[in-house]
């Protein structure tokens, strides 16, 4: 692979498969298993949309990982090697902003509307 692409972030076409079961488990710390089934569902056809990764995490109020974090040193790696990323699987959800979790969800009185993404990130 020619050097002038090393550090470019390349995408995969599509989130691998093992992307949504992961997204599954963690939406059912947050929702019942039907609401997880549909979001599951609607993101697989939901279309591919590119975002700058500050404004991702701006938006979730993140803070960035720092490098040496397991995960982030992974993808840099894979980054380096010239390796494709799988992008990344959200929902946008529309709720009161101080809606803690709590358990159980069904008395939080907390209504959400959820618009699943698979995005693409730049810098």
């Known amino acids: 692979m020619p050097d002038d692409n090393k550090g470019e972030v390349r995408w995969l076409p599509e989130p691998e498969d093992q992307d949504y079961p992961s997204a599954a488990d963690y939406l059912s710390l947050l929702e019942s298993d039907h609401v997880v089934a549909s979001v599951v569902a609607a993101l697989k056809d939901a279309p591919i949309q590119h975002r700058k990764a500050k404004d ?11 490098e040496e974090n397991a995960h982030v040193a992974s993808d840099l790696k ?3 090697e010239g390796k494709k990323l799988s992008p990344i699987l959200m929902v946008r959800e529309t709720w009161p902003r101080a809606c803690p979790l709590r358990w159980p969800m069904a008395i939080t ?3 959400r509307a959820t ?9």
């Open 109 to 111: 009185g907390c209504a």
């Open 56 to 66: 991702i995490l701006r938006a979730a109020r993140l803070a960035l990982l720092p």
């Open 78 to 80: 894979k980054i380096k």
């Open 115 to 123: 618009t699943p993404t698979r995005t693409r990130t730049f810098p």
